[in-house]
């Protein structure tokens, strides 16, 4: 496997290779991100992972500075995955002048759910990934499913630039007890970690409904907030949205109920299709 920091190393190494398969990341990485990467393997004829903690998607107050950096772990997990190449560009080789061009996606489609809570988080994620998509050259790119609108997002990015790209996603990853695997699990304590299922079982708990019948989404959403308030979460929001745009269900839709919430300090999210 080999670990590239330019991007002319980077453009000089997938010269021989016709069909990069692109697994974007963070670093600090877990089973999910290498579930991706074992799921490019047979996607493309070289597999890349790209890591860089990207200050464009972060507001002020959230954890840029504290995100975890894990170069060296991450490249070990990687190369034993399957990885080929891994880029971990430096901001200055990503950003070597401020981002001033950047990606707005539409507002219908960024501006709810985590858009709402965190402005401009989906602004600073299509920029980097267009960019990343452009150095890396990729003609298929993984994103997991615990993202799920960050997902949607980039697919409608990609469709409507008509760029040369399979968006593929990743099923979410979870531990044994449901907890969906996400870099910031690693800020909970033991026990926080046991009570963050509560986030997953309220999930649950909506799918069995909807599965069951119920139609009040209204009252089904409330009664999640309030399962998780009374636990002592601050919720964000839970929401029942159609798979297909993340609208308000009409009837007949295919659903996805979806669900983002603090836990003392760390914003988890997580998010379960009917
Ligand atoms: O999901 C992530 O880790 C990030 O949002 C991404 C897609 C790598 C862009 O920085």
């Avoid at 200055?92 to 996606?105: G, N």
Wanted: aromatic share 6%; charged share 20%; with cysteine.
């Amino acid at each position: 496997m080999q670990l590239i920091h330019t991007i002319a190393e980077l453009r000089a190494a997938l010269s021989q290779y016709r069909h990069p398969a692109v697994v974007p990341t963070m670093g600090n990485l877990h089973a999910g991100h290498l579930a991706l990467v074992r799921q490019a393997k047979p996607l493309g004829d070289v597999t890349v992972s790209t890591i860089f903690v990207n200050r464009l998607q972060f507001a002020p107050h959230e954890d840029f500075d504290t995100y975890p950096r894990t170069l060296e772990a991450d490249c070990a997990q990687l190369e034993a995955a399957g990885c080929d190449i891994v880029f971990a560009p430096s901001e200055q080789e990503l950003y070597p002048q401020p981002q001033t061009f950047k990606v707005h996606p539409p507002t219908e489609l960024a501006d709810i759910l985590e858009g709402h809570f965190r402005p401009g988080f989906f602004i600073g994620v299509c920029t980097v990934v267009m960019k990343l998509l452009a150095v890396t050259q990729a003609r298929t790119a993984l994103f997991g499913k615990k993202d799920y609108q960050q997902l949607m997002v980039i697919r409608n990015m990609v469709k409507q630039f008509a760029l040369p790209i399979d968006v593929v996603g990743g099923e979410t990853q979870r531990s044994e007890a449901g907890l969906a695997l996400s870099s910031r699990n690693g800020y909970l304590s033991p026990a926080q970690r046991e009570e963050a299922l509560l986030l997953s079982a309220t999930l649950r708990k909506i799918v069995t409904a909807l599965r069951a019948g119920a139609s009040d989404v209204a009252q089904l959403e409330a009664e999640g907030m309030h399962a998780l308030r009374s636990a002592g979460w601050v919720p964000d929001y839970v929401a029942v949205r159609r798979q297909a745009d993340l609208q308000a269900p009409r009837g007949g839709d295919d659903l996805v109920v979806l669900a983002a919430a603090r836990l003392g300090s760390t914003r988890l999210i997580d998010n379960m299709e009917v």
